[in-house]
């Protein structure tokens, strides 16, 4: 029982050390710059030394080697990207504009697997609750969205103008990818039947032609179709 106790006790630390030397070697982007490559990378390495730790046939000699082929195996990748730029796109992957001029490319989402809550979740991390505030978008490498607001919407700040300040809304969703959202309606005490007029009014033929529409209290809609 203590010959178990201590063998655990130096494959954890053995375990231990190898992954923080390991990271330490890798550098910094490990977190900084998280693609879904490395978060893989990550999760595999973690993962090769958990099971080696708890598996009873696999000696220390075995969790080295794992720990060193793979971190190997991510440094070279690295290297490879540093010198080679051409190769980021096929390793990392590229940038895409994902808003452009203020329209969605809805192209560039679905070839990126992102959906619109996904977009407008991402956005409102940046602090943007509204489409109409948007230039361009652009979706990085590792999943965040880089934004530049309208120049509308730029600096300076109603405090640095001396302006007064007032209540500020948040943009109700009305359509989403060519469906309706009931409980957008709901909150603004509208029906279908009002938004479908409100469409045709604007040369819309229905909620199916539409990639969004938003409506902000005090400056009405914001729409774009497909």
Not at 79 to 101: C, D, H, M, Y
Not at 158 to 182: C, K, R
Not at 201 to 210: C, D, H, L
Request: no cysteine; charged share 20%; aromatic share 12%.
């Amino acid at each position: 029982m203590n010959t178990n106790f201590i063998s655990l006790t130096i494959e954890l630390l053995v375990g231990f050390f190898a992954l923080l030397i390991m990271t330490k070697v890798l550098g910094k982007n490990q977190i900084t710059q998280l693609t879904p490559f490395d978060f893989i990378s990550a999760l595999v390495l973690g993962e090769l030394v958990g099971n080696a730790i708890y598996d009873k046939e696999i000696g220390l000699q075995y969790i080295l080697y794992a720990v060193i082929l793979w971190g190997a195996l991510i440094y070279t990748i690295e290297i490879i990207t540093q010198k080679f730029r051409k190769s980021r796109v096929f390793l990392e992957g590229k940038p895409s504009i994902v808003i452009a001029n203020g329209h969605i490319q809805y192209k560039e989402l679905k070839k990126n697997k992102i959906d619109f809550d996904q977009l407008f979740h991402l956005l409102r991390a940046k602090g943007v609750f509204s489409m109409r505030e948007v230039e361009y978008g652009i979706l990085e490498t590792n999943g965040s969205v880089s934004v530049l607001r309208k120049s509308a919407y730029q600096s300076p700040t109603n405090q640095d103008l001396n302006i007064s300040s007032s209540e500020s809304v948040i943009p109700i969703f009305l359509i989403l990818d060519g469906e309706i959202i009931t409980d957008g309606l709901v909150s603004i005490n509208k029906d279908e039947e009002w938004l479908i007029n409100e469409l045709f009014n604007r040369g819309i033929a229905g909620p199916s032609k539409v990639v969004y529409a938003e409506w902000l209290e005090g400056a009405g809609f914001e729409i774009q179709t497909y």
